[in-house]
């Protein structure tokens, strides 16, 4: 017989507890889910995500970036033809006609710093022939100056 068995009483239908939501919850779900302006913020949203995580994944590793700028602006100090009997001299040799100023920036454009160990090969400014660098200045260092 059906109800002679204690260990597994029968149940009536009408006292089986529902385990989760309500129904007036799920139709809410229901009725979002099948909203296409629903849908639509959610393929959004997808398809914005992907190229954020690769973006993020990227900017996320570790790498040293040495970057070499030279500006373009050069400033004339001395110019053939505009100074009349003047004449430039540099360690007691006379320079050329022209005199020029140029800045040229060096820096780290990475995430990390750049150690001895990790540089290869010297940096090296290599100029024409015909012109030779007068002078050469730090104006910044962020490790010394503590920036």
Known sequence: MEG??????????????????????????????????????AALASIISIPLAFYLYISAQARPGLTIYVHPVRTPIVKAGQTSGL????????????????????????????????ILDDITLRLDPDYTILEASVRSDTERDGV
């Open 4 to 41: 002679d068995n204690p260990s597994h009483p029968e149940v009536a239908p009408t006292a089986v507890a529902t385990v989760g939501a309500s129904p007036k919850s799920r139709a809410r779900l229901k009725t979002l889910l099948t909203n296409p302006w629903f849908g639509g913020i």
């Open 87 to 118: 004449t430039v001299l540099f360690k007691g040799k006379e320079t050329g006609p022209n005199i020029t100023a140029v800045q040229i920036v060096i820096w780290n454009n990475g995430n990390t710093p750049i150690h001895k160990e990790n």
